[in-house]
RNA sequence: GCGCCGAUAGUGUAGUGGUUAUCACUAGGCGUUGCCAACGCCUAAACCCGGGUUCGAGUCCCGGUCGGCGCACCA
């Protein structure tokens, strides 16, 4: 349509205008990273996150649960993020560049820097050659840089805690009561929509780099050789462009293709990665999104997490910076559970029940206790454990308990052969992970949304949001304030309240600057009640879009606003178009 | 963090050291108005923060904050 000069500075304009989107605290001066959603906006963003509810703990049957946003250290111990989220950093004297401190130091030919204190990494390098400006370093400080916001829990305590940099921990640490309650049967999934935190060195760009975010995670727990969806048939023949790293590498085109074809050539690692990505696109494009602004693109091998054995981004087209990661859907393997359980001790497995029970010859050695353990007293223990993996022979065994073999007679333990039933396994399932930036996906519906159009030589700004995520989902105006209009309007108004709509009252100016407040904040329906109204209890219903108008029933008002706002609806559906 | 640029009513702006800071739109009130930002009258509303130079600073200088861009960073 119009070639709008920046999209960006328009929408942004416009939303803090009117009440969308603004900078935190701006009376104390903003905070870079952080900001707020005003009245429109935290409705919209609301809305959003209602229709990915729909599609995850509705449709998928994963049930949202709510964890703490700050954790133990413990917690992000295990997870990585206390060592893997912390850089040691220092700054080149001569040229100010920024340097990874460990880079210089292996640059430099000195090995062991990532287990050197601060001090002795800054002196180990002070005759390395800064690789920016290639002057030797001289005296430089070494300090660390976590990119996770730290605390400290209870008064005068020295017990460490952190803002989650994801929501993603809390399912897993909440992996056996999640277990429990899906009654030990994978798989299952939890999700959590919430705030996480990461103190960005630079937060640029508006809302798409925050420090404080908005996520929308799910953690879905699979069998690891059981990775086909057992709804896969829903999205089989769904098609979008997959930009895959060969793709890339070869600096191609992206690639349509149904998601059955995709796994089946391995272009997606398997079916719940590639459902997903489909449920990906269906969600972003019933929020907004245009399809030709949407694609997927999928991780370089060497821009994987280390224990993700596949991962694509939906990217969305951003007129102003370009393809935008939105959303990560990955394949993380058993590295959290394993990483959890090895952390807090406690066994992060599913038995796995076998339709048949396994025989298995096993024989075990049952040592003589009461003897023995007279015998050997404090090495009692380490003997019976020796004991159970030794190999007898007719006079006994021979065992080595701290470098000193031991001799057991035979007739101080029995050895029993026996067929057992092994009725199944523990195993470590995989985790499936669609991540969700909310706030990226508020800011693509905004920009997507933006329009500008022209009508009888004035220029209409316009928010075309779906109506399904537009903050206000009807306006309601009397032609005029008086002959009883107002009262009628203002009735209608509540009517629809009633049921749940937002509903907004308006008889201020004329009814031409009422319509275009409305276009402003992307509201998709308009009823104005006027002469008409009073002789067939009749009113209009204008729509956003196209402008135009039919004429309904006062009394259906309610069903019909409903369905249109919801979805089920199309307004051209409607009866009796006609231009007024 | 570094470098460059910028910051004046809600929004966009004028203002090259000197009265009471310009204009438009927006917003609120009253009147008018029989469907797409009409009109009249009235009202409200701003120099980012701190320091300095000066008789006098929105204007010049320094520092900070925020924003944009380029670097760097982005498990």
């Known amino acids: 349509m119009i070639l709008m000069s920046d999209v960006f500075e328009n929408v942004m304009d416009l939303a803090k205008r009117r009440g969308f989107i603004w900078q935190t605290s701006e009376c104390y001066g903003a905070v870079a990273g952080f900001i707020d959603y005003g009245p429109l906006g935290a409705m919209m963003k609301r809305r959003i996150e209602d229709i990915w509810r729909n599609f995850y703990v509705i449709e998928e049957g994963y049930y949202e649960i709510e964890c703490p946003t700050i954790a133990q250290e413990a917690v992000f111990i295990a997870s990585g993020h206390v060592k893997g989220f912390s850089d040691k950093m220092c700054q080149c004297p001569h040229c100010k560049e920024y340097l990874r401190a ?52 209870g008064p005068g305590s020295q017990r460490i805690g952190y803002l989650r940099p994801e929501t993603a921990q809390g399912m897993f640490v909440d992996f056996a009561r999640l277990l429990r309650f899906y009654r030990d049967t994978l798989p299952f999934g939890a999700v959590q929509i919430g705030k ?69 050539k391995g272009v997606i690692a398997n079916e719940y990665v590639a459902y997903y990505v489909a449920l990906t696109h269906d969600l972003l494009v019933t929020i907004g999104v245009k399809p030709d602004r949407l694609r997927f693109r999928q991780h370089l091998p060497d821009e994987r997490a280390h224990y993700a054995t596949d991962c694509w981004d939906a990217e969305v087209f951003s007129q102003r910076f370009g393809w935008v990661e939105t959303v990560g859907i990955a394949d993380r393997t058993d590295y959290d559970l394993n990483a959890h359980a090895k952390q807090s001790g406690t066994p992060m497995t599913v038995f796995i029940q076998y339709t048949e029970p396994r025989k298995e010859n096993r024989r075990r050695i049952i040592p003589n206790m009461s003897v023995l353990g007279k015998q050997y007293r404090q090495k009692a223990k380490a003997v019976f454990a020796a004991l159970e993996h030794a190999t007898p022979t007719a006079d006994g065994a021979d065992v080595v308990v701290d470098g000193e073999t031991i001799h057991i007679p035979a007739n101080l333990f029995e050895v029993r052969d026996e067929v057992v039933d092994i009725r199944g396994e523990e195993i470590v399932p995989h985790v499936i992970e669609p991540s969700y930036g909310i706030d990226r996906m508020c800011y693509a519906v905004l920009e997507q949304a933006y329009d500008e159009d022209t009508v009888d030589g004035e220029k209409r700004t316009v928010l075309r949001f779906s109506p399904r995520v537009a903050p206000v989902q009807v306006a309601v105006f009397p032609l005029m304030t008086r002959d009883g209009l107002d009262t009628i309007a203002d ?31 992307g509201t998709p329906f308009a009823i104005t009640v006027d002469y008409e109204t009073k002789e067939t209890r009749t009113v209009t219903v204008r729509d956003r879009d196209s402008m135009k108008q039919v004429r309904i029933g006062i009394d259906t008002l309610p069903q019909t606003i409903s369905a249109l706002v919801n979805g089920d609806m199309k307004f051209t559906s409607l009866p009796a178009h006609q231009n007024l």
Not at 117 to 144: D, H, Q, R, S
Not at 246 to 262: D, L
């Open 102 to 153: 460990d880079h210089v130091a292996d640059g430099g030919g000195i090995s062991g820097a990532s287990t050197m204190t601060n001090e002795a990494l800054a002196a180990a390098i002070a005759a390395c050659k800064c690789p920016a400006c290639e002057e030797v370093l001289g005296t430089v400080e070494v300090y660390n840089f976590n990119l996770m916001f730290a605390t400290t829990i």
């Open 196 to 264: 996480s935190y990461r103190n960005e060195i630079s937060p640029r760009q508006g809302m798409i780099r925050l420090r404080e975010f908005t996520q929308a995670e799910a953690e879905i727990f699979v069998h690891p050789d059981k990775k086909t969806h057992p709804k896969f048939a829903r999205y089989a023949d769904y098609t979008m462009p997959l930009l895959t790293y060969v793709h890339q590498q070869n600096g191609e085109e992206a690639v349509t293709m149904s998601m059955r074809v995709a796994v089946d």
């Open 491 to 521: 009735e209608i108004t509540h009517t629809l309240k009633r049921k749940g709509i937002l509903a907004e009252y308006d008889d201020s100016g004329a009814i031409g600057r009422r319509y275009r407040r409305q276009d402003e904040i």
